[in-house]
């Protein structure tokens, strides 16, 4: 009934830079290539409610847009986020967990879903989407994040 993917990149950067960067989601924009925008609606202590939208899609110039709540721990460096407009999802929750190691900060990215059953495309094929689409998008993060380290020092 549930599908998990799950894909982690290192980044060459000190932890506070990387946790900061990657959970500045007003600026996720200019971190990730696939948002147009990121427009905060809510803050609560570490929780915020955010509305993300996507640039057009290449194929049908769709715009996909959804709300979702993130919720971060920057003492145990993990952040829990669920789509509160869920798509084409029953539902999806994301687990991020950051870690350092030999080279710089493990970013990991679990996602848990199930597409809803009306879609003409099941789980397999949205957990293949997800992976392909994760791998291109934490390159693009490991590479703006490494970037401001070396500006930085």
Known sequence: MA???????VIDAPMDLVWNMTNDVANWPSLFTEYASAEILEREGNTIRFRLTMHPDEEDGQVYTWVSERTSDPVTRTVRAHRIETGPFEFMNIFWAYREVDGGVEMRWEQE?????????????????????????????KERVEKAAVARS
């Not at 599908?3 to 990149?9: G, I, M, N, R, S």
């Not at 597409?115 to 998008?137: G, R, Y």
């Open 113 to 141: 879903f199930h597409v809803k059953d009306v879609m003409p495309f099941n789980d397999d094929a949205m957990a293949e989407h997800l992976l392909k689409n994760s791998a291109i998008q934490m390159a693009a993060i």
């Open 3 to 9: 599908k998990k993917t799950e894909c982690a990149v």
